[in-house]
């Protein structure tokens, strides 16, 4: 067995429900709550302006051989609805986008299989808005978003 960490980066709405979610997978080392896609040194008050750029999303450190990306995928796809452009639930914003940050050729050729799969199946009545989009620099949330319904229970967010 070997010690190799790798990165998965999703944004599937709020970030506090995702990332709790996965924090719960064996093989997880990390979740992290944060931003990707914006500006330099966003904050979550300027993110949630919808000028930034930035999707609210979670960066996963995992054991690929514990979990595999395509484990990862499977449950990002479960955990959001990934037909709606720019909007989980009651949050609206392109900071609420459906995203994968790919941090490889093989996760961006999985996310895109994945997809096509998912639309082909017919679990969706609608087409999937998920956008594939290579990894960028990763900004972790504040502190106080880390571990969110940790802190403060799960009533605070729907997913």
Known sequence: MSNSVELATFGAGCFWGVEA?????????????????????????????????????????????????????????????PTTLN????????????????????????????IGEINQSGRWSQPLVTQVEAAMQFWPAEEYHQRYLEKHGYGACSI
Not at 32 to 61: D, F, I, L, R, W
Not at 91 to 101: H, N, T
């Open 87 to 114: 909007r989980q639930g009651p949050d609206i914003g392109s900071q609420y986008r459906s995203v994968v940050f790919f941090h490889s050729a093989a996760q961006e050729s999985a996310a895109h299989e994945v």
């Open 21 to 81: 979610r996965f924090r719960e997978v064996p093989g997880v080392i990390e979740a992290t709550s944060g931003y990707m896609g914006g500006t330099p040194n966003p904050s979550y008050e300027a993110v949630c302006t919808g000028t930034t750029g930035h999707a609210e999303v979670v960066q996963v450190q995992f054991n690929p051989d514990e979990v595999g990306f395509e484990t990862l995928l499977a449950l990002f796809f479960e955990m959001h609805n």
